[in-house]
């Protein structure tokens, strides 16, 4: 397990060259109105997933263009990326899991980085076979090689917090975390690995391909989970209160949509988004995370589910002791939006 102080230097030495050498995938998201009486916000997300269906809800009904802002989506494809461009100005919001936000806090950076609206209560990735696997139990991974996540990210320590849950040490099982994020499904693909933690659509693609089968839930195993927030600089909240005001209503919006349409409404909605993923998948998807309970009523970031993250963190290893829930999280916004 790496140490908090190793953690945090890699994390460290990952921003600084980031910052240098900037490169995302974009995505625009469409809105009502008049470009030019909208105000743009540019939003970096850790990944493009059908798990964060609510936000893409807002994007493609026009949720954003009605608060008055002009979205503009860029996918860091990790939150050590996406927390780097938040850090450097380079996005306005970002959308990733608030872990990263507890690691800069811990480093004593002066603009801390607030998380004011959480999107999804349930882990979002499932663990994959090669074969069907008939009652699966979490002991069958004992001595097995399974494609994991990035040392210190939420992927990763939910996974171990599951295998503690039921009676495992992490240690036990052989994680392969050198694969970068996004790749493990083509590794899995391509014979690595007996297992694979993944998230949709990749996991459904290797079930799709024959390549793999579904056998367990790491959402529904682990229960309910803070797994990912928006957030955004201390001083940027202060000084655009109305623009983030206007951002957590549309996403509000889009929650509300979510928890009152079925998969087929959902799917059909931000299939935009999606163009690479077949229909019957994307209904399958959008289904499989609705069945778990993945998307809350609100988006207020409770006292409670922050701490149960601080201690996830703690158990990794990657915690030394708590941090102020106060400093680090702001329910006003997400309160407001449901009033």
Same mark, same amino acid.
């Given at each position: ?12 030495? %990952? ?6 050498? *900037? ?37 493609? +009904? ?12 860029? @996918? ?13 100005? +380079? ?12 690691? @800069? ?20 990735? !499932? ?17 097995? +090689? ?22 495992i040490d992490p240690e036990e099982v052989n994680i392969d975390q050198s694969i970068d994020f996004g790749s493990t499904a083509a590794a899995f693909s391509g014979g690595k ?50 623009? %983030? ?16 349409? *079925? ?13 690479? @993923? ?19 009523? *609100?988006?207020? !970031? ?5 701490e149960l993250l601080e201690q996830i963190l703690i158990e990794a290893g990657e915690l030394e002791e708590m941090v102020s829930y106060e400093e680090l999280v702001d329910t *006003? ?7």
């Amino acid at each position: 397990m790496i140490s908090l102080k190793k953690s945090m230097a890699c994390g460290l030495a %990952v921003l600084l060259c980031a910052m240098m050498f *900037t490169g995302c995938a974009e995505r625009s998201g469409s809105g009502t109105g008049s470009s030019q009486a909208l105000e743009k916000v540019i939003l970096n997300e850790v990944a493009h997933s059908i798990f964060y269906a609510p936000m893409y809800v807002a994007v493609e +009904e026009g949720y954003f263009g009605e608060e008055g802002i002009e979205l503009e989506l860029v @996918t860091g494809f990790g939150a050590d990326k996406t927390m780097t461009a938040v850090l450097a100005g +380079e996005a306005d919001i970002g959308f990733m899991g608030s872990e990263s936000s507890i690691y @800069t806090y811990v480093q004593g950076i002066n603009d801390p980085v607030v998380n004011f609206a959480q999107l999804t209560q349930r882990a979002g990735n !499932f663990v994959v076979a090669r074969e069907p696997v008939e009652d699966f139990d979490w002991s069958m991974l004992i001595g097995a +090689e399974v494609l994991g996540g990035r040392a210190g990210g939420m992927p990763e320590m939910v996974f171990e917090y599951v295998l503690k849950k039921n009676g495992i040490d992490p240690e036990e099982v052989n994680i392969d975390q050198s694969i970068d994020f996004g790749s493990t499904a083509a590794a899995f693909s391509g014979g690595k690995g007996e297992y694979s933690v993944e998230f949709e659509p990749y996991a459904t693609s290797l079930e799709v391909k024959g390549d793999g089968y579904i056998v367990a839930s790491v959402g529904e195993a682990s229960g309910y989970v803070p797994y990912t927030a928006f957030c955004a600089t201390s001083s940027y909240l202060e000084e655009h209160g109305d623009t %983030v005001q206007g951002f957590v209503n549309a996403l509000q919006k889009g929650l509300d949509y979510v928890n009152s349409h *079925t998969a087929e409404e959902i799917a059909a909605v931000i299939a935009p988004q999606f163009e690479e @993923t077949e229909e019957e998948n994307l209904i399958l998807i959008v289904e499989r995370y609705a069945n778990q309970d993945t998307w809350p009523e *609100t988006l207020v !970031f409770s006292q409670d589910s922050f701490e149960l993250l601080e201690q996830i963190l703690i158990e990794a290893g990657e915690l030394e002791e708590m941090v102020s829930y106060e400093e680090l999280v702001d329910t *006003t916004f997400a309160e407001k939006a449901v009033k």
